[in-house]
């Protein structure tokens, strides 16, 4: 790894210590010690534990194959947490986002009608976990709630647990708030950073290409802006940042324009479209 991240305080092991103790029941580390949630926020549960804030469609795909993501670890950021905007002290604060000091997180974006950014996010990410959790794969969340009660985790947090869990890859899901006449989604990966990203250029770019092309196979729309080809680079994302195995964002549409809209709203899409894609495409990265 070309990581070259200075652990300023001894404060800062400590909770990442405190984070990393043996013994959670029925799940694995997501975040520091009083990193948000309460005392939740420090464990990924397992299925039968989290809330039931998810689609009445499963959109879990078959496969005659048996269960070729044996073995695979796939680790999932749905964006954002419902709660945020209640938390502004806490979400607002400044942590290191990859050599520079950013927001914890931010509230994200909403449809004209209410439907919050965080709660799309949230439904993909369950639906998809389930469809991944059918092919074999071992699949954990970055946030465990869609609570309005919680907040975070935040994005050093996020970026960090994919390395924790020795990840094949991680998905960080998203939905844009653009322009009303921008439609579609884009695939989002991190640009270099030196010392921070470099060792994870090559794979994260195949990542998105997979993605892309998964959700394309699906019929999902490629977005009609950011140079209209599914595309975008970054280097100002922390959750991308901090990450040391493949990983991408996907903004999956835009919350603003009606038509996406309408999609993200429905159960039916999000299942068999977003979450149908981004099986196909993360599948077809680990079994690379």
């Given amino acids: 790894m070309t990581r070259q991240r200075t652990w300023i305080a001894a404060a800062g092991v400590g909770l990442l210590a405190c984070a990393l103790t043996a013994g959670v029941p029925n799940g694995v580390p997501v975040g520091d010690v009083g990193q948000g949630q309460g005392s939740a926020a420090i464990v990924i549960a397992s299925p039968g534990s989290q809330r039931t804030d998810t689609d009445a469609a499963g959109g879990v795909a078959s496969t ?3 269960k070729p993501l044996q ?3 796939i680790v999932l950021d749905p964006g954002h947490q419902l709660g945020n905007a209640r938390h502004s002290d806490k979400v607002n604060r400044l ?8 927001a914890c997180n931010t509230s994200g974006t909403a449809t004209n009608g209410g439907f919050p950014e965080a709660t799309f996010a949230w439904r993909v990410s369950r639906v998809l976990k389930r469809q991944l959790e059918s092919h074999g794969a071992t699949v954990r969340l970055t946030r465990r709630t869609n609570s309005v009660a919680d907040w975070g985790p935040c994005i050093n947090v996020r970026g960090r647990t994919g390395n924790r869990l020795g990840a094949d890859a991680v998905i960080s899901i998203h939905g844009d708030g653009a322009s009303s006449d921008v439609r579609g989604f884009f695939v989002i990966r991190p640009g270099f950073r030196r010392g921070w990203t470099g060792d994870i250029l090559k794979q994260s770019r195949r990542l998105s290409v997979r993605v892309k092309h998964g959700l394309v196979t699906s019929g999902a729309r490629v977005s009609t802006s950011y140079g209209g080809d599914g595309y ?3 280097t100002d994302l922390g959750t991308l940042n901090w990450s040391d195995v493949p990983i991408v ?3 999956l549409g835009n919350m603003r324009n009606r038509v996406d809209a309408r999609h993200m709203r429905s159960p039916r899409y999000r299942a068999h479209i977003y979450a149908d894609g981004l099986r196909r495409g993360v599948t077809s990265f680990v079994l690379r």
């Fill in 64 to 66: 005659a194959s048996g």
């Fill in 95 to 102: 942590v290191d986002a990859g050599g520079f000091r950013k």
């Fill in 232 to 234: 975008d680079v970054r």
């Fill in 249 to 251: 964002m996907v903004e």
């Fill in 71 to 73: 073995g695979k670890l």
